[in-house]
T-cell receptor
Framework: QKEVEQDPGPLSVPEGAIVSLNCTYSNSAFQYFMWYRQYSRKGPELLMYTYSSGNKEDGRFTAQVDKSSKYISLFIRDSQPSDSATYLC???????????FGSGTRLSIRP | GAVVSQHPSRVICKSGTSVKIECRSLDFQATTMFWYRQFPKKSLMLMATSNEGSKATYEQGVEKDKFLINHASLTLSTLTVTSAHPEDSSFYICSADAGAERTDTQYFGPGTRLTVL
């Protein structure tokens, strides 16, 4: 079993739609949960990070962590074509430990 | 946010040559840097963890004699791909742990695309 499972997509939605991206993880010891956005041929860009359980909101983006079910979510409201990218969920034990990535979900927002 | 740079951004080399990739934290000090490799349409796979002033810790299956890592200062780590072969062609990405200086996570460089002919 992979440590972090993520549906690779691709996922295509119309502009303005709410996007829901999800991951599951296997190790309950993970404490940090991140979402990265990666455009083609670029390095990952940190979008959101959460320590332990709970919600975090930043503009159109909301990250949720449910440690009881080992479930990580990212919601994008009012999606824009510029949001089209690969979204990677990730987790780690601490800020200085290695990051374990999901496989990434390719998202396409149709104008 | 914290800035991490990589140089070069792209390199093409002949089989058998060695290639050095630099990773720099520009506005913070990083005691720990990480090197990842990403194949097309695949996720990032950690290759090694680099600590300033000590030997790197390699992930299982990564040849330490082929992928030489040096972390000589708090702002610079280098990855040298020795005797490169076509199967080493990939996107190499570094990250740096900003620790207490910044938000509690790692920041990634823009990546280096290596093509071995």
């Amino acid at each position: 079993q992979k440590e972090v499972e993520q549906d690779p997509g691709p996922l295509s939605v119309p502009e303005g739609a709410i996007v829901s991206l999800n991951c599951t993880y296997s190790n309950s010891a993970f404490q940090y949960f991140m979402w990265y956005r990666q455009y083609s041929r670029k390095g990952p860009e940190l979008l959101m990070y959460t320590y332990s359980s709970g919600n975090k909101e930043d503009g159109r983006f909301t990250a949720q962590v449910d440690k009881s079910s080992k479930y990580i979510s990212l919601f994008i409201r009012d999606s824009q074509p510029s949001d089209s990218a690969t979204y990677l969920c990730a987790t780690s034990y601490s800020s200085a430990s290695k990051i374990i990535f999901g496989s990434g979900t390719r998202l396409s927002i149709r104008p | 946010g914290a800035v991490v740079s990589q140089h070069p951004s792209r390199v093409i080399c002949k089989s058998g040559t060695s290639v050095k990739i630099e990773c720099r934290s520009l506005d913070f000090q990083a005691t720990t840097m990480f090197w990842y490799r990403q194949f097309p349409k695949k996720s990032l796979m950690l290759m090694a963890t680099s600590n300033e002033g000590s030997k790197a810790t390699y992930e299982q299956g990564v040849e330490k004699d082929k992928f030489l890592i040096n972390h000589a200062s708090l702002t610079l780590s280098t990855l040298t791909v020795t005797s490169a072969h076509p199967e080493d062609s990939s996107f190499y990405i570094c990250s740096a742990d900003a620790g207490a200086e910044r938000t509690d996570t790692q920041y990634f460089g823009p990546g280096t695309r290596l093509t071995v002919l």
